[in-house]
């Protein structure tokens, strides 16, 4: 681990330090957040020049608190509209803090679909993206032939009844590595690492007026949430077979799928690290513990 020498003061930039750079000033700490968001009223986690993201609110509550040009790094980027309740990001600030007078500074200085959740100091190595081991997602939907008029941008209104039972019959092909292709979409860039990825934990649960799907994975792909629960929609419509989920995996192509569910019912539920935040050990669902 490379050592720079120590900032000299509090308005020094930090945004060329951190694991990224494999570059850490002296004394200077690194700290895991934990945050909730709403994100209707978001263009998703990720700063975009003349729009509102989640991370540029994070960014501006450190600025608030005098910890000038610090970069905020997401275990992953949430698309406009996505929800969360357990992301995860990791900072470099320049001095210490008590980790809950941290927490409390920074959520008087956030807007009120957005709070820190907890702050737990880091080795100088973490990075909240390349040491998770996993994640964890929900996708709900509110089932019913009466437009939901409250809450109507926390789930996808399925207009039409379905089959929970079909859906769980097909979505049980899912478990396990496999290549996900077909539920990809492209991201607009070569992906390093293909299109394999495994698939720990799917369920189906019913829920009063709706069902969730929720699924645990070492790794996801552009829109693959989305994509399944559009897939398996197609299922509890009856307009195939429980079958067909597996025709579809095996098929590798994304125009063989159903189609995108929209955004504002997925929730990013829970980021999975080891418990002492390593990059290499325990596997995600077993003794892994989620910030």
Request: hydrophobic share 40%.
């Amino acid at each position: 681990m490379a050592l720079a020498p120590p900032l000299k003061r509090a308005g020094d930039s930090l945004r060329d330090y951190g694991p990224d750079a494999g570059l850490y000033p002296a004394g200077v700490p690194t700290y895991l957040l934990t945050i909730a968001y709403e994100g209707t009223r978001y263009h998703g986690w990720q700063r975009q020049a003349g729009l509102p993201t989640v991370q540029e609110q994070l960014e501006n509550a450190f600025e608030a608190i005098d910890c000038k040009n610090v970069h905020v790094e997401g275990a992953g980027r949430t698309d406009t509209g996505v929800h969360a309740l357990g992301q995860c990001a990791h900072v470099v600030v320049p001095r210490a803090f008590a980790e809950e007078r941290l927490r409390l500074a920074l959520n008087a200085n956030l807007p009120e679909d957005i709070a820190v959740l907890a702050v737990r100091e880091a080795p100088a190595e973490f990075h909240a993206r390349f040491h998770a081991r996993g994640k964890r997602y929900a996708y709900r939907c509110l089932v019913g032939g009466a437009r939901p008029a409250i809450g109507r941008h926390l789930y996808h209104w399925v207009r039409r009844p379905v089959d929970l039972a079909a859906m769980r019959q097909a979505a049980s092909c899912l478990r396990g590595t496999h290549d996900f292709a077909s539920f990809a979409t492209n991201p607009g860039y070569a992906r390093t690492r293909g299109t394999v990825r495994t698939l720990e934990h799917v369920h189906l649960v019913d829920r009063p007026r709706g069902f969730d799907f929720a699924v645990q994975g070492t790794g996801f792909l552009y829109n693959m949430v989305r994509n399944l629960v559009g897939s398996l929609l197609e299922v509890g419509y009856g307009n195939q077979s429980p079958g067909w989920i597996r025709e579809v995996l095996s098929a590798r192509d994304r125009t063989a799928a159903g189609p995108t569910a929209p955004p504002h019912g997925l929730y990013l539920l829970r980021v999975l690290y080891a418990r002492d935040l390593s990059p290499a050990g325990v596997e995600p669902g077993q003794d892994a513990a989620g910030a």
